[in-house]
């Protein structure tokens, strides 16, 4: 609950790896060793790839460039793996959802919404492996909540929660679930914040 200024912000990038000598590639690519799916095996590859295409004429002297290649192919197998267990966890999630036509109230506003946040959070290549339907029946509830808005008093309760912060007033307002009630400006403190956002 404070302030934090940043006065600069630099972006650091790994320098090539310049070599004279094909063993130097060599070395990098033995250095991989058993492909995994994490970030220092990731950047072993890439360091050994950099450093091969970097260096043209020393290509045809490396002699373990398949093994560099197979690594590359793993470890894409790996991530799409993970990041379809990721995504088959989301859409669990969803179908535990009620179906569109139970909605009749906004008392599942949490639960829909933290799902969809959840959604939201996946990178692109996750987002590919939600299917369609789960997507559709996902979209189509935070649709049908706008028939059952949330008053001004139940939002800001809710966003007391977890704290008054502008984020939580997002999650419940500009979620278009909250009905505008100009009735609240003298019962509740923190009106001002709910009109501004």
């Keep these: 609950n ?4 940043i006065s600069k912000v630099e972006y650091y990038k790994e320098k090539t790896v310049v070599v004279n000598d094909a063993q130097a ?4 690519i033995d250095a991989i060793g058993t492909v995994e799916y994490s970030d220092t095996c990731k950047a072993k ?3 050994a790839r950099s ?29 799409e793996e993970a990041d379809m ?11 535990a959802l009620p179906a569109i036509n139970d909605i009749n109230d906004n008392s599942k506003v949490d639960d829909i919404y933290s799902v969809n946040d959840e959604y939201q ?9 939600v299917g369609k339907d789960k997507l559709t029946k996902l979209e189509g509830l ?7 808005p949330l008053s001004v008093e139940q939002a800001i309760a809710k966003a007391n929660q977890t704290g008054t912060t502008a984020t939580n007033y997002e999650y419940y307002i500009k979620g278009i679930v909250c009905k505008y009630d100009k009735t ?14």
């Excluded at 935070?142 to 028939?147: I, Q, T």
């Excluded at 609240?184 to 956002?197: A, M, P, Q, Y």
Aim: no cysteine; aromatic share 10%.
């Design 2 to 5: 404070g302030f934090l200024q």
């Design 25 to 28: 590639i060599i070395d990098l």
């Design 45 to 47: 590859i890439d360091k």
């Design 51 to 79: 450093t091969y295409d970097n260096a043209p004429d020393l290509q045809s002297k490396v002699t373990n460039y398949s093994v560099l290649t197979a690594a590359e192919a793993r470890y894409a197998e790996l991530k």
């Design 85 to 95: 267990e990721v995504a088959i966890g989301v859409e669990d999630k969803i179908d």
């Design 121 to 129: 959070k996946l990178t692109d290549d996750q987002k590919v492996f």
């Design 142 to 148: 935070l649709e049908k909540l706008k028939e059952y």
């Design 184 to 197: 609240s400006t003298g019962k509740n403190k923190n009106f001002d914040t709910f009109k501004n956002l």
